[in-house]
């Protein structure tokens, strides 16, 4: 029987185990699935923990989710389709839930997948080499400490790409009195409560980790940005700064010759692409980017179309976009997809790129990965959804953000799925400290 790995069991790797899962109920014979876990239980990202740095297996620690986080896009352009939140909660809910909504969702979805006996948790995959048509994998059992070899005919690696933080260094940083973190280590805002806190960054992770600090209590933000600012209206107390040059102690100077003291240094500066499992022939190598090097439709890794990858893309659609690339996925493994020559896939790879490169503003970013997901999904059985409706819904967020970076999240969308409109949160976000799921759901 064809044997599949599954490289990891977070939103990616729940998309592919989904994708199989589905064809099985409909009476497909599908391949013997192995899905390796390094964390001890599915969700990936969406799991939290308060360790930083290594587990309690001594292994990198992959979260770096936080207390108090948000959706900070619309959920609705997020939604399964095969599985919309009002099915899984029994009722509509608003349109911008806190993580403990988020991944009982992913988690939902996968529950009754019944898929979870095709995970081996506390499993890290250490080395993929290619081997006879398909490749050998090695795993190490972290609680056994024992090393296992199995041949797989394909890999599918899912393991996300935001786990290994990219550091940059800065003159004097080592003087810094203060406290010193990646957002990868981030935990909770309110660890610095009354403090001045500098955010060295301007994505949407330096947004986010910036405003909870101000929310819960930091006395100051600034951001330091190194091409452009974000230029939102900023609530008082939170500034942004041009890139920082050189830290003295608790001073900062800035390149514009500016100078403030600060209690703690964040620095939200993106993470690398980082697959230490691959030798360098298999290793997808990109910066966080719309289209994948190396990557038919994204996926298929071009010199070996045994090896997929899912979910590697700088992402406007995650959830959405996951599922279409699995399904793809799927279905190339199955033989439903027959693949073109190598040469016509280099040809159709460099159109993505090149329409990718005259992209000018977020808008064009939007339709771009609208169209890639449409393209995944051409002929496939993937349950319909208003495609349509998301990118006009992710243009509006956008919109709504400029208006109001600390209210954007009090507005309202309607779902692709049911074509409902979501209800008012009954707190507004600025205001709203307990994120639980007990207390969201309410109302």
Same mark, same amino acid.
């Not at 159109?351 to 339709?367: F, G, H, T, V």
């Not at 819904?393 to 109001?404: G, H, I, L, P, T």
């Given at each position: 029987?064809?044997?599949?790995?599954?490289?990891?069991?977070?939103?990616?790797?729940?998309?592919?185990?989904?994708?199989?899962?589905?064809?099985?109920?409909?009476?497909?014979?599908?391949?013997?699935?192995?899905?390796?876990?390094?964390?001890?239980?599915?969700?990936?990202?969406?799991?939290?923990?308060?360790?930083?740095?290594?587990?309690?297996?001594?292994?990198?620690?992959?979260?770096?989710?936080?207390?108090?986080?948000?959706?900070?896009?619309?959920? =609705?352009?997020?939604?399964?389709?095969?599985?919309?939140? =009002?099915?899984?909660?029994?009722?509509?809910?608003?349109?911008?839930?806190?993580? /403990?909504?988020?991944?009982?969702?992913? !988690?939902?979805?996968?529950?009754?997948?019944?898929?979870?006996?095709?995970?081996?948790?506390?499993?890290?995959?250490?080395? !993929?080499?290619?081997?006879?048509?398909?490749?050998?994998?090695?795993?190490?059992?972290?609680?056994?400490?024992?090393?296992?070899?199995?041949?797989?005919?394909?890999? #599918?690696?899912?393991?996300?790409?935001? /786990?290994?933080?990219?550091?940059?260094?800065?003159?004097?940083?080592?003087?810094?009195?203060?406290?010193?973190?990646?957002?990868?280590?981030?935990?909770?805002?309110?660890?610095?409560?009354?403090?001045?806190?500098?955010?060295?960054? &301007?994505?949407?992770? &330096?947004?986010?980790?910036?405003?909870?600090?101000?929310? @819960?209590?930091?006395?100051?933000?600034?951001?330091?940005?190194?091409?452009?600012?974000?230029?939102?209206? %900023?609530? *008082?107390?939170?500034?942004?700064?041009?890139?920082?040059?050189? !830290?003295?102690? *608790?001073?900062?100077?800035?390149?514009?010759?500016?100078?403030?003291?600060?209690?703690? #240094?964040?620095?939200?500066?993106?993470?690398?692409?980082?697959?230490?499992?691959?030798?360098?022939?298999?290793?997808?190598?990109?910066?966080?980017?719309?289209? /994948?090097?190396?990557?038919?439709?994204?996926?298929?890794?071009?010199?070996?179309?045994?090896?997929? $990858?899912?979910?590697?893309?700088?992402?406007?659609?995650?959830?959405?976009?996951?599922?279409?690339?699995?399904? $793809?996925?799927?279905?190339?493994?199955?033989?439903?997809?027959?693949?073109?020559?190598?040469?016509?896939?280099?040809?159709?790879?460099?159109?993505?790129?090149?329409?990718?490169?005259?992209?000018?503003?977020? @808008?064009?970013?939007?339709? @771009?990965?609208?169209?890639? #997901?449409?393209?995944?999904?051409?002929?496939?059985? @993937?349950?319909?959804?208003?495609? =349509?409706?998301?990118?006009?819904?992710?243009?509006?967020?956008?919109?709504?953000?400029?208006?109001?970076?600390?209210?954007?999240?009090?507005?309202?969308?309607?779902?692709?799925?049911?074509?409902?409109?979501?209800?008012?949160?009954?707190?507004? %976000?600025?205001?709203?400290?307990?994120?639980?799921?007990?207390?969201?759901?309410?109302?």
């Amino acid at each position: 029987m064809t044997k599949v790995c599954i490289i990891g069991a977070g939103p990616s790797g729940l998309s592919a185990l989904r994708a199989f899962s589905t064809a099985r109920d409909q009476g497909i014979r599908i391949p013997d699935i192995t899905c390796f876990e390094k964390q001890n239980n599915w969700g990936g990202q969406w799991n939290f923990t308060w360790r930083t740095s290594l587990d309690e297996n001594g292994e990198p620690v992959h979260s770096s989710m936080y207390r108090h986080l948000w959706s900070n896009g619309p959920k =609705e352009c997020l939604e399964f389709s095969d599985y919309s939140f =009002e099915e899984h909660f029994g009722k509509s809910i608003p349109s911008f839930p806190p993580r /403990s909504v988020l991944r009982n969702y992913i !988690v939902g979805r996968a529950e009754m997948s019944n898929v979870k006996e095709l995970i081996k948790f506390n499993h890290s995959v250490r080395l !993929v080499e290619e081997d006879k048509e398909g490749f050998m994998v090695t795993v190490e059992d972290i609680h056994k400490k024992r090393v296992i070899k199995e041949y797989f005919d394909y890999v #599918i690696v899912a393991t996300g790409h935001f /786990s290994v933080p990219n550091v940059p260094e800065f003159e004097g940083i080592e003087t810094f009195t203060g406290r010193v973190m990646h957002a990868h280590d981030f935990r909770s805002a309110d660890e610095f409560i009354g403090k001045d806190v500098l955010v060295v960054g &301007a994505s949407y992770s &330096a947004e986010d980790i910036g405003l909870q600090c101000k929310k @819960y209590g930091a006395k100051t933000v600034s951001f330091s940005f190194r091409t452009a600012p974000m230029d939102f209206i %900023w609530p *008082n107390g939170v500034d942004e700064r041009p890139l920082l040059t050189s !830290v003295n102690k *608790n001073s900062v100077t800035f390149r514009d010759g500016s100078h403030k003291n600060f209690d703690a #240094i964040i620095l939200c500066t993106g993470y690398l692409h980082s697959f230490p499992f691959l030798p360098e022939d298999l290793r997808l190598v990109t910066n966080n980017r719309l289209f /994948s090097p190396g990557l038919y439709k994204g996926v298929v890794w071009n010199d070996n179309t045994h090896l997929f $990858y899912i979910g590697m893309q700088d992402q406007w659609y995650t959830f959405t976009m996951f599922d279409a690339e699995a399904w $793809y996925t799927r279905d190339v493994i199955l033989e439903k997809i027959k693949l073109p020559v190598k040469d016509e896939r280099t040809v159709d790879m460099k159109k993505w790129d090149e329409r990718e490169n005259k992209l000018e503003d977020a @808008y064009e970013m939007i339709d @771009y990965q609208a169209d890639y #997901i449409r393209a995944l999904l051409e002929g496939s059985d @993937y349950p319909s959804f208003n495609l =349509e409706l998301t990118q006009k819904e992710f243009k509006a967020w956008k919109k709504e953000k400029e208006k109001s970076i600390v209210g954007y999240r009090d507005k309202s969308y309607c779902s692709p799925v049911t074509n409902k409109q979501s209800p008012i949160h009954h707190t507004k %976000w600025w205001e709203a400290m307990d994120d639980t799921i007990e207390t969201y759901l309410k109302g």
